[in-house]
């Protein structure tokens, strides 16, 4: 044998941008401060309550009014001292021991005083990234990292807080390990983020719009008219007193809407699809390459004489959780057909036919039957009189096109290859007529692809069809791993061609 020791095995760190190596034992705490910035509400709860106490006690009630009490104020100074103290030492407790690291596998993260957690995700099961700050954080300088792993919402984890710079520098670490790109781990090697190209960008008359004329202002209608009818049929003006409350609720509603979409907009890099928003709250949300299961676009009917839709995606690990303004699964908030076109080319830059354009607006639009599309039969207006004409499918070469509604207009768009399990589905009464429901299973989120009350030859077919085409598309689908040296050849490109637009622009 050799003297030598066994060499030990390396985990990587980002400093200044750079990836060094370290001893496994290394690890990396977040900014002081970050306690501080979780915890402001409970202090400020606290304080209000002591102070709110504290002046009771200075000033009692006597006949003529207050007056000061002799309450002693090395007593109340004592206190003071005692709470800041407590607190003090509790965030330099959480600080002390909440570390993370990150390898070439996995990142680790550890937190918890008396109740210790250890969390670790495998990194190339990362589905999207976001940097979230918070109105406190951005006074600080500082953001959260938050990523999710592929298993419906449950292992999200967050790092909090960390220097805004050295946030964006662990992500585009964590980025590049999850793309499978080459880093030498014996020299170090720039990692910056990646650069991105803006695509479009919502005006904030458009989010105010789109708000006041969504469905939430349906909601405040339909809630707050009977109100205000019965305080006129009754004369009754404390019944309007009673609404309220229900009506600060909804400006709440409101408020938390705007506030949430506000500044959106959309870019594309090399790690993925960006998204930039909030006004109080500032999100630069990530979603890399091939993480999209489904697409689903949308449109009420106040938004239908302005031509606006909602786009929204199922993402591995997203599941239905929300952030605290807006929802993390929209992909746009109201957009035109050729701003959904262009975002629709960013997730899904192969659609599989010809005149991409001209299908996917039939879609949405229907009750067209040409482009395709195979509709309800005609018994199933017994069942379905106002939206059978409306229901129906159309395969192309990369996915399955799902359109249902009239009122509220709806098509959803799911990969191949992304299809999880297909079933059909049929009651005594559509057994009667001879119709089928078809649901296509795609990962927990807002999108559920369905095709009602098919005809049921129609519907055998597809269930087997689709059978065939997904399990051949899952064995042609390329590696996840993007920027991995196998595949980094069909990328030459620095971004995916929009064959929405091109073919559009070709009209």
């Avoid at 030492?89 to 680790?108: A, I, K, M, N």
Wanted: hydrophobic share 45%; net charge positive; glycine share 8%.
């Amino acid at each position: 044998m050799s003297g030598q020791q066994p060499h030990p095995r390396k985990t990587e760190h980002l400093v200044e941008g750079r990836f060094h190596t370290d001893g496994e034992e290394t690890w990396h705490r977040v900014h002081p401060v970050s306690p501080l910035v979780r915890s402001w509400v409970a202090i400020a709860a606290v304080l209000f309550i002591f102070g709110r106490n504290t002046l009771d006690s200075l000033f009692t009630t006597g006949s003529n009014g207050p007056v000061l009490s002799n309450a002693p104020a090395a007593l109340i100074l004592a206190v003071v001292v005692v709470v800041v103290a407590i607190f003090g030492f509790s965030f330099f407790l959480s600080w002390r021991f909440t570390r993370y690291q990150v390898t070439d596998q996995h990142v680790h993260i550890n937190s918890g005083v008396i109740f210790r957690q250890q969390r670790r995700a495998r990194i190339d099961r990362v589905q999207a990234i976001d940097v979230v700050q918070p109105l406190l954080a951005r006074a600080f300088g500082l953001a959260e990292l938050k990523f999710d792993v592929a298993d419906g919402g449950k292992s999200a984890m967050r790092l909090s807080f960390l220097k805004l710079d050295e946030a964006k520098r662990l992500r585009a670490a964590i980025l590049a390990r999850a793309s499978g790109a080459v880093i030498d781990p014996d020299a170090p090697s720039t990692v910056a983020e990646a650069p991105e190209t803006a695509i479009l960008a919502l005006s904030p008359g458009r989010i105010i719009g789109s708000v006041m004329f969504g469905s939430l202002t349906v909601a405040t209608a339909l809630t707050l008219a009977p109100i205000v009818a019965l305080a006129i049929w009754f004369k009754e003006t404390s019944l309007l007193f009673a609404g309220f409350p229900i009506l600060l609720g909804f400006v709440a509603a409101y408020w938390k809407a705007i506030t949430g979409d506000f500044n959106f907009r959309v870019a594309l890099s090399p790690d993925g699809v960006r998204l930039h928003y909030g006004m109080l709250e500032t999100r630069a949300q990530t979603i890399p390459p091939g993480r999209v299961q489904a697409v689903g676009i949308s449109q009420g009917p106040l938004w239908r004489p302005f031509g606006w839709y909602r786009v929204h995606v199922n993402v591995a690990g997203y599941g239905h959780e929300n952030s605290e303004h807006g929802s993390r699964t929209v992909l746009l908030p109201a957009g035109t057909i050729d701003e959904v076109m262009a975002v629709l080319g960013l997730v899904f830059p192969d659609p599989g036919v010809e005149n991409p354009f001209e299908v996917f607006t039939a879609g949405l639009r229907g009750p067209a039957t040409e482009h395709g599309f195979v509709h309800s039969p005609r018994s199933a207006r017994w069942i379905d009189p106002l939206t059978w004409r409306y229901n129906a499918f159309r395969a192309t070469e990369t996915a399955l096109l799902c359109r249902h509604g009239i009122i509220f207009r709806r098509l959803q768009v799911v990969p191949h290859e992304r299809t999880q399990s297909i079933s059909l589905r049929q009651g005594p009464l559509m057994a009667v007529l001879g119709l089928v429901d078809f649901e296509l299973h795609s990962t927990v989120g807002p999108i559920r692809p369905v095709v009602r009350h098919m005809a049921l030859a129609n519907g055998r077919q597809l269930f087997d069809e689709q059978a065939a085409r997904a399990a051949t598309a899952r064995r042609l689908h390329s590696s996840e791993r993007w920027l991995a040296p196998a595949v980094v050849e069909l990328m030459q490109a620095p971004y995916p061609k929009n064959n929405f637009q091109e073919q559009h622009r070709g009209d």
